[in-house]
């Protein structure tokens, strides 16, 4: 223990036992001895002559005749310095000392007097640094208070000291630190070593940009450092076009153009962008590790410095950064480590600047589809820009078109958030895709041609109309689409399937009557209506139809029904005669017609429309209804199980002349009403 022991010798005098000897004026028993005094050197600020003392003993100790000694000639009464404390030093307390002794390489011993300076007797504690063999060691060692050949490491800065773990008497209980406390409890920071260090930060691996990291302490001047990706890429930096300073500053970036990593022969392979780039402290052997300052290998283990990378400790043989091939990403590394999961593809390239790591996003898809006519819409949701010109469109076989050789509308390299408009012929014309009103079909959009087949190279898919379409078990695989799925049409050759940005299943898309190829989608949902809106049953038989939806609607196969046996087509000639209309009926038009050969009843009757003939007693084909004269028609329950007509309602005939009219409101027999003016073809005139 670091202590100067201070013993009082007393003396007790022999007692008699017997009570003539006992003296009157007697106080007791003698004092105990005293406590033991122990100061000892804590904190030494060695370039700029300041010394702690610290009493860790339990009494106090009047320091004033204490001595500070490096060597001949340094030694110094503590009276008569300057001091911050009290020089009789309590248990606990600190004296900050100014003694004139700046010096990288020293040993301080702290004398209990001036009596001899090499007497181990004398010496109460004592540190070395900077080097062995100071003045006043073999003193510390005779006096047990230091091993020969010890000292504390120091750096040499001014601004540190050397502070005092508490506890034993070895070099290794100091250590210098860059929290100076005198006067108070020591916290001891190690200063940080100044390191020369140079990294590869950044790569642009498809293009020739190339980031140094000086992550070091210490300016380093890179020069005469080399980039090399193998034999004939190697480049010295100084003679390449940089920006920033070549003597590159601690915490200073370097961008550098270096056009080999884009061209060097088996380095990259189209969108299997391969390498393994070093940076090379000098040329004189791109072989050898100890020239190699550092290493990234990114596409695929094996190039050509990795086996020095491995010498060298700065690289697991085959380990590489996985990248997407994208001329917009680069690779950066994290700063720590020395492994490929230190490094990460970024679609946020920051060349001169700290890092950003964002996951690069590839992702073009379908976005809106004409499923009757020829236009499809991709759109670009991910986060980098992605050349179109080599995807394929495919129904299926034969049907494939490579988009570059197509019509389009946009630009073909889609920037993120895009529209490309692509006229694609085959949509309304390939066999077996589209069935008339049943429209049908199955899209694919694929990044290449190399294998319809293959769920690798599928992007997209969508089916409308009916499960079952030709490449619908390869966006199931792909795990892009269930099987069956299918997005409901109603074959309306104006509208289109439009997708509404999330998800790969079929109610992530619908039919929409606002087509907005080249934007934003707009989904607007088709409303397809058509009802039977006048009937003048009692002179010309005419029966009026009006389309209140918002899509035209071909009646071409639609078919009127009075009951059993009396029933006829409405787009076929020889049974119906168009009084006025088109049978392909648009939203708010009009469609007049008459049987040919059949004839409504006159005091009680009833119509149905039917979108097909299949069955007239089929809730599910009857579309409108209407009843007059009488309840009881043969079609008034399937109306009214379709949910159209109310039970027993039916139109009170009217006069000679006039017709029953629709209001446009409802399902009832009420919401029919007598027109006296027949309004046939065109808006109903009533109250």
């Not at 063999?133 to 510390?140: L, Q």
């Amino acid at each position: 223990m670091k202590k100067y022991l201070l013993v009082l010798a007393m003396i007790f005098a022999a007692w008699s036992c017997s009570d003539d000897d006992v003296d009157p004026t007697d106080d007791g028993p003698p004092p105990p001895p005293p406590g033991e005094a122990s100061v000892v050197l804590n904190e030494v600020v060695y370039l700029d002559g300041e010394v702690e003392l610290f009493n860790n003993g339990d009494i106090n100790v009047d320091l004033t005749d204490y001595f500070l000694c490096l060597g001949p000639g340094t030694y110094r009464r503590i009276g008569d310095l300057t001091v911050t404390g009290n020089l009789d030093l309590a248990p606990g307390g600190y004296l900050v000392i100014d003694y004139d002794m700046p010096m990288a390489e020293a040993g301080l011993g702290l004398y209990v007097d001036n009596s001899d300076f090499a007497d181990p007797g004398t010496i109460a504690d004592f540190v070395q640094w900077g080097a062995a063999g100071s003045v006043r060691e073999e003193v510390a060692v005779g006096a047990g208070i230091w091993t020969a050949g010890q000292f504390v490491e120091v750096s040499g800065n001014a601004d540190y000291s050397l502070a005092f773990d508490g506890a034993g008497d070895a070099a290794t209980d100091w250590a210098e630190t860059t929290t100076v406390t005198l006067g108070a409890q020591n916290t001891i920071t190690p200063p940080v070593p100044d390191v020369a260090s140079v990294v590869l930060n950044e790569v642009g691996y498809l293009n020739d940009q190339v980031e140094l990291y000086n992550n070091g302490t210490l300016d380093v001047d890179v020069s005469d450092y080399f980039l090399c990706l193998g034999p004939g890429t190697y480049r010295r930096i100084g003679d390449l076009t940089v920006s920033g300073d070549l003597n590159l500053s601690p915490g200073s970036f370097l961008t550098i153009t270096y056009d080999q990593i884009n061209t060097a022969a088996g380095q990259i392979s189209g969108v299997n962008a391969t390498g393994g780039l070093g940076l090379y402290l000098n040329s004189s052997d791109f072989t050898d590790p100890a020239t190699l300052s550092d290493f990234v290998q990114w596409g695929a283990g094996g190039s050509v410095r990795e086996p020095v990378a491995v010498a060298a400790g700065i690289w697991t043989a085959g380990e590489f950064v996985t990248v997407i091939g994208n001329s917009e990403t680069s690779i950066a590394f994290d700063g720590e480590g020395d492994a490929a999961s230190d490094w990460a593809e970024t679609a946020d390239p920051t060349f001169g600047n700290a890092n950003s790591i964002v996951a690069p996003e590839v992702s073009v898809v379908l976005n809106e589809v004409a499923y009757l006519g020829d236009q499809v819409e991709l759109y670009n949701n991910g986060n980098l820009t992605i050349d179109v010109s080599d995807y394929q469109l495919c129904l299926g076989p034969g049907t494939y078109r490579r988009i570059g050789d197509l019509t389009v509308s946009g630009d073909l390299a889609l920037a993120p958030g895009a529209f490309l408009v692509a006229t694609y012929d085959q949509i309304n014309t390939a066999a077996g895709q589209i069935g008339g009103a049943n429209a049908t079909g199955g899209l694919g959009l694929y990044i290449n041609n190399s294998d319809f087949t293959a769920e690798s190279t599928l992007a997209d898919f969508v089916q409308w109309g009916d499960g079952g379409s030709i490449r619908e078990s390869v966006a199931v695989a792909a795990g892009i689409w269930t099987a069956g799925d299918f997005v409901e049409v109603i074959a309306d050759v104006d509208n289109s399937i439009a997708f509404d940005g999330e998800g790969n299943a079929s109610s992530d898309w619908a039919e929409t009557t606002t087509t907005t190829f080249g934007d934003a989608n707009t989904v607007t949902a088709p409303v397809r209506s058509v009802v039977i809106n006048e009937v003048e049953y009692l002179v010309n038989d005419e029966i009026e139809i009006y389309n209140n939806g918002d899509v035209t609607v071909d009646l071409a196969s639609y078919w009127l029904c009075f009951g059993p046996g009396a029933y006829f087509r409405i787009g076929d000639p020889a049974m119906t005669d168009v009084v006025s209309g088109s049978v392909n009926l648009a939203p708010g038009e009009f469609l007049v017609v008459s049987a040919v050969s059949l004839s409504a009843p006159d005091a009680a009757g009833a119509v149905g429309l039917y979108i097909n003939n299949t069955n007239f007693a089929d809730a599910n084909t009857i579309r409108d209804f209407v009843q007059w004269g009488a309840a009881g028609n043969a079609r008034e329950i399937v109306a009214v199980t379709a949910g159209i007509w109310n039970a027993g309602g039916f139109v009170p005939n009217v006069a000679n002349g006039s017709s029953i009219a629709y209001d446009g409101e409802g399902e009832a027999s009420t919401d029919w009403v007598e027109d006296g003016t027949p309004s046939l073809g065109s808006g109903n005139q009533v109250p």
